[in-house]
């Protein structure tokens, strides 16, 4: 993993930092549509928004201030973002390069950083990408069940389709064809992703039973659930196949 020397924590931080001027920046992706674009602390690299974690820092329980994750970007105060994975966020910790970082950002009073930083980034990763499904699921962009997913897939109704992570390969394969059919893309291998949480966290989080595959019939909604999935994914370190709205597996209309 890259360090960049005098690297500044962020722009939330400092209102003006050399080599990312977020206003200036957030201006001219917004230009080109990009949207709001901001800096890892750890590798430098500038990226959307939506794609980084931000590390919100607040007071602990003694009144000094400790870093901890925050996933939907609304804690007030300030804070950094990171663009890592779990492995190489584990790894900045152990060599110092994160608390550095913040140190620099934080000169007269750095952050305390949780030995279990990387447990709690996890879960408010999981967190978002869950409570986006129960919302999705509460506004009827939801399909679970086989039969329900499978008639909706040949009708080329179904934007995304995915598979918990125990669920069936026989069921899976199954639903990945009737999804091919109403796609008109059978030959082609697309298949429904396979989502880092099993039936349990799935049935959880849309607050019925034994939930195994899903599918979101709206493209809009695809794009907010695929791009918490992609920033999930990455971080736990998976394939990220998965890139937001534009992933080839969340269908066009």
Same mark, same amino acid.
């Given at each position: 993993m890259r360090t960049p020397s005098n690297e500044t924590v962020s722009s939330d931080i400092d209102e003006q930092v050399p080599e990312f001027d977020e206003g200036t920046v957030t201006r001219r992706s917004g230009a080109? *549509?990009? *949207?709001?674009?901001?800096?890892?602390?750890?590798?430098?690299?500038?990226?959307?928004?939506?794609?980084?974690?931000?590390?919100?820092?607040?007071?602990?329980?003694?009144?000094?201030?400790?870093?901890?994750?925050?996933?939907l970007a609304k804690a007030p105060g300030r804070g950094a973002w990171i663009g890592v994975s779990r492995g190489e966020l584990e790894e900045a910790i152990d060599k110092g390069h994160l608390?550095?970082?913040?140190?620099? *950002?934080?000169?007269?009073?750095?952050?305390?950083?949780?030995?279990?930083?990387?447990?709690l980034c996890e879960d408010a990763l999981t967190r978002a990408f869950t409570a986006r499904l129960g919302i999705e699921y509460r506004g009827g962009n939801v399909l679970a069940g086989s039969d329900r997913i499978a008639e909706a897939a040949r009708m080329g109704k179904v934007r995304w389709l995915a598979h918990a992570s125990d669920a069936g390969a026989d069921g899976s394969r199954k639903l990945d064809q009737a999804w091919r059919v109403g796609e008109d893309k059978e030959g082609t291998g697309a298949a429904g992703d396979s989502l880092p949480l099993d039936r349990d966290a799935l049935s959880v989080a849309l607050g019925r039973d034994n939930v195994v595959h899903l599918a979101l019939t709206d493209?809009?909604?695809?794009?907010?659930?695929?791009?918490l999935l992609a920033?999930?994914?990455?971080?736990?370190?998976?394939?990220? *196949?998965?890139e937001g709205p534009a992933d080839q597996r969340a269908s066009e209309p």
């Open positions: 080109r *549509g990009d *949207g709001p674009m901001r800096k890892c602390v750890l590798t430098g690299r500038i990226a959307p928004r939506d794609t980084l974690l931000r590390l919100a820092v607040g007071p602990g329980a003694d009144g000094k201030p400790v870093v901890l994750p925050d996933a608390r550095n970082a913040l140190a620099r *950002g934080f000169k007269s009073a750095p952050p305390a950083i949780p030995a279990d930083l990387p447990d493209r809009a909604a695809a794009g907010r659930v695929t791009a920033r999930l994914n990455r971080y736990l370190g998976h394939d990220p *196949g998965a």
